[in-house]
């Protein structure tokens, strides 16, 4: 188990060695996910742990963990989204490699000979963000008249003024 956090890392070097990674860092250190997050915010827990699987391919298993302040789209309000991520990826050096993967594998790209360790980390908060965040159905806090269920629905009958009004108007002191 590492103690500091490496800003680098040999992923394949890792798997050869078994190396586990575990601690918590604070949420405002990754740049990306700040900037959806709408407070202040805690930390993120994770376990990261090496190795090789049957196929000798370097493998990344373990967890991340987290409560993420987002903004609730039904009352604009905060909502507290808590996720848990199961890790289980392979480190690949291309996308020919990637695609000789079975499908249930998740490939991670490896560019460079190397993995910039936040980056692995806020990549995977930011895939467990929702398409759009809210608070559970009735959980919201607004008042109850401001729910769309419940806001008076305006008359289909009501008198409108025509557009073309002005034209008929136009036309008969043309006469």
Not at 6 to 24: M, S, T, Y
Not at 41 to 59: C, N, Q
Request: net charge negative.
């Amino acid at each position: 188990m590492l103690k500091r956090f490496p800003d680098r890392l040999d992923p394949w070097r890792f798997a050869d060695l078994g190396k586990e990674i575990d601690g918590e860092l604070p949420l405002d250190t990754f740049s990306r996910l700040s900037a959806c997050l709408l407070g202040p915010a805690g930390d993120v827990s994770f376990k990261l742990v090496f190795g090789r699987d049957r196929e000798r391919r370097a493998t990344l298993g373990g967890w991340l963990k987290a409560v993420l302040p987002l903004q609730c789209q039904r009352c604009l309000e905060e909502v507290d989204l808590p996720v848990d991520i199961r890790l289980s990826m392979v480190f690949v050096q291309g996308l020919d490699e990637a695609e000789m993967l079975p499908e249930e594998v998740d490939p991670w790209l490896v560019e460079e000979d190397h993995v910039v360790f936040r980056e692995l980390i806020e990549d995977e908060l930011l895939l467990a963000l929702p398409q759009v965040a809210m608070h559970e159905p009735g959980a919201c806090h607004t008042p109850a008249a401001e729910t769309s269920e419940e806001r008076p629905k305006e008359s289909s009958k009501q008198e409108r003024e025509n557009p073309f009004a002005a034209l008929a108007e136009y036309k008969r002191d043309k006469q």
